[in-house]
């Protein structure tokens, strides 16, 4: 046998064939991609998956985007060339490059995989004398991920990856993870809106009441954080202090209900541009943001009653006397004083509604703080870079 292989490189090689050429000829001749590399049945393919990380595109309601490289390693015994008879036939060769269409590689999948796009056009792996063959695919996933946004903006995120095989059980394919610590995380990309915090990963091994064979799969997790910076700088800080002017403008004496009330409208305005399209509705920012509506609804409606009391024509309707009104009034407003000091009626209401103003000042701004100051304070964290 040694002798005709020989003969075979000596004429290959005449006729300007390379060794790896014949090889990798010689190995395709008689191969079958459906059938194990194993000699012997019942032993299983010891496979060895690790994921690298490289960037996490985006993440979605209930979905996480990434690019992720796969590093699958196994034997295939069938292309072992460092042992028997072609062992020093072929020792100027140390590894080929074969297609993934032209030999046996493993069905791995992500369980949970909404979507895979692999990103290079020829998929090829490297077999080394001994039969190792090292595959690494890369792919851009979407794999679904339960999206908790309670604490949106200052949330953090767990999304796991599942991978297994598809149709093997364990005792055909033995699936080991290639590293314990998680994904490796060395080539990461940084995400403007996500901060990684870290990776996990576990091999699991299920048995089912149906069937003996047990069945494995490797399940990663990605820790990430949301960064908050963007979010305080665009819409939490903007929004507080269009709330805090809101209050202030009640300093705008009610007589001048015109600058008063347009002040209202513009902040309006400028706070509905702050509010974010895809904001989430069971969230802390929902309930921050409610604070702010709240606030500038009591505002608006403190500014129409107080702009009504200083209206000469607020209450002519009733029948009461007016003087007894305008005492009862300027007793309430300036304490207890002499008759011929009361001044006018308009001099009652105006001193009415800058109380009012006043009063109002203090309460809006303490149920304000508090509100929007107990609810912020009580996210996990506040700043993330």
Not at 170 to 180: A, D, E, I, P, R
Not at 248 to 266: E, M, N, Q, V
Not at 308 to 332: E, T
């Amino acid at each position: 046998t040694f002798l005709i292989i020989t003969l075979l490189l000596i004429f290959s090689t005449a006729e300007g064939s390379s060794q790896e050429k014949t090889l990798t000829k010689r190995f395709l001749e008689d191969y079958v991609v459906s059938a194990r590399p194993v000699k012997n049945d019942s032993k299983a393919v010891e496979v060895s998956l690790g994921v690298t990380l490289h960037s996490i595109t985006k993440i979605d309601k209930n979905s996480l985007s990434g690019i992720f490289w796969l590093n699958m390693e196994w034997v295939d015994e069938n292309l072992a060339w460092r042992s028997g008879d072609w062992d020093d036939v072929f020792e100027k060769v140390g590894d080929i490059r074969l297609s993934t269409e032209d030999i046996w590689v493993p069905d791995i999948e992500l369980f949970n995989m909404i979507e895979r796009e692999p990103l290079i056009t020829r998929d090829m792996v490297v077999v080394s004398d001994t039969g190792a063959v090292i595959w690494v695919p890369p792919y851009k996933m979407i794999s679904s991920c339960k999206i908790d946004t309670t604490w949106f903006p200052f949330d953090e995120q767990r999304c796991d990856l599942k991978f297994g095989s598809w149709t093997f059980n364990g005792f055909k394919l033995n699936l080991k993870m290639k590293v314990t610590d998680g994904m490796d995380i060395s080539s990461y990309v940084t995400n403007p809106e996500w901060d990684l915090i870290g990776t996990s990963g576990t091999r699991n091994e299920v048995i089912y009441e149906c069937c003996p064979e047990p069945y494995l799969d490797i399940a990663y997790n990605i820790h990430v954080r949301r960064r908050t910076i963007p979010y305080l700088r665009n819409i939490i800080i903007p929004s507080f202090t269009i709330t805090l002017v809101s209050i202030l403008t009640l300093l705008i004496p009610a007589t001048s209900s015109g600058p008063r009330f347009i002040t209202i409208f513009l902040l309006f305005i400028l706070f509905c541009f702050t509010v974010p399209k895809d904001l989430p509705q069971v969230s802390i920012m929902s309930s921050l943001l409610s604070w702010c509506y709240f606030t500038l609804f009591c505002s608006l409606i403190h500014s129409v009653i107080v702009t009504a009391i200083v209206n000469p024509s607020f209450l002519n309707s009733f029948s009461f006397d007016n003087k007894v009104i305008r005492a009862i009034l300027f007793r309430n407003c300036c304490g207890e004083m002499e008759e011929s000091k009361q001044g006018s009626e308009e001099q009652v209401r105006y001193e009415l509604a800058k109380t009012l103003d006043i009063l109002a000042i203090l309460l809006f701004l303490v149920m304000f703080l508090f509100g929007f100051g107990g609810t912020l304070l009580s996210a996990p964290y506040l700043v993330v870079q």
